[in-house]
């Protein structure tokens, strides 16, 4: 069975730039969740996508953008990038959505640096 | 608003003695409580959940957390260190928030083990 995958493991950009990280999630998952991890920081809960909808939102400006595909994997997309963007971005997948008793599995994520 | 405190962002411990990682909750609403470890250039693995069974809650790896309402706390604890289990250790809360469930993550805690 795979587990979460996530591409690419870094990447370095220009401020302002755009950018898009992709989520395999775990064979038979239908829900993905994103995650912005600051240096030092916890977690904090970007959306959810639960079969193709977006299904829950934090505290992220309108330029943080997710799909999700029939196959279940997921993009996060984020426009006119800026410094405190640069973080590590975790996505999860899960048998279902939050709120039910189903484990979410983290992929090892991807390493943004904004310059 | 729910939100998570974590006491001590880095904690040392000699290898056989007691780990103790302190977790504070608050909610206005009964929580569901977790515990993930991350290991560097690793996502995030679920130890433990407390989801209003049982207050006392066995995970992997032998850790255990308790559950106490009167002390909004989420302690998680092990008897003896290993050697393997230095990394990081983020508490976490899930509540119903908007319509939709969302999950907190506190700032972690690093553990060293001293051989």
């Known amino acids: 069975e795979t587990g979460v995958t996530q591409s690419p493991t870094h990447l370095i950009k220009t401020r302002g730039q755009q950018v898009t990280l992709r989520c395999s999630s775990q064979?038979?998952?239908?829900?993905v969740s994103w995650y912005q991890q600051a240096l030092g920081q916890g977690p904090q809960f970007i959306f959810q996508y639960y079969r193709e909808e977006e299904n829950g939102r934090g505290n992220f400006p309108p330029r943080f953008s997710g799909l999700q595909f029939p196959n279940y994997s997921s993009e996060l997309n984020v426009n006119a990038l800026e410094l405190d963007d640069s973080a590590l971005y975790l996505c999860a997948s899960s048998l279902g959505p939050l709120g039910t008793s189903y484990e979410q599995y983290f992929g090892p994520g991807t390493r943004l640096t904004v310059t | 608003a729910q939100s998570v405190t974590q006491l001590g962002s880095h904690v040392s411990v000699s290898e056989g003695a007691l780990v103790l990682l302190r977790c504070n909750y608050s909610s206005s609403v009964p929580p569901y409580l977790f515990w993930y470890v991350q290991y560097p250039n690793q996502g995030l693995q679920l130890l433990l959940k407390?989801?209003?069974?049982?207050?006392l809650v066995k995970g992997i790896n032998g850790f255990e957390a308790e559950f106490k309402k009167s002390e909004t706390s989420f302690h998680l604890t092990k008897p003896s260190a290993h050697m393997s289990d230095a990394a990081e250790y983020f508490c976490a809360v899930r509540i119903r928030s908007g319509g939709y469930q969302k999950v907190t993550f506190g700032i972690g805690t690093k553990l060293q083990v001293i051989p």
């Open positions: 407390y989801t209003s069974a049982a207050t």
């Open positions: 064979s038979g998952h239908n829900t």
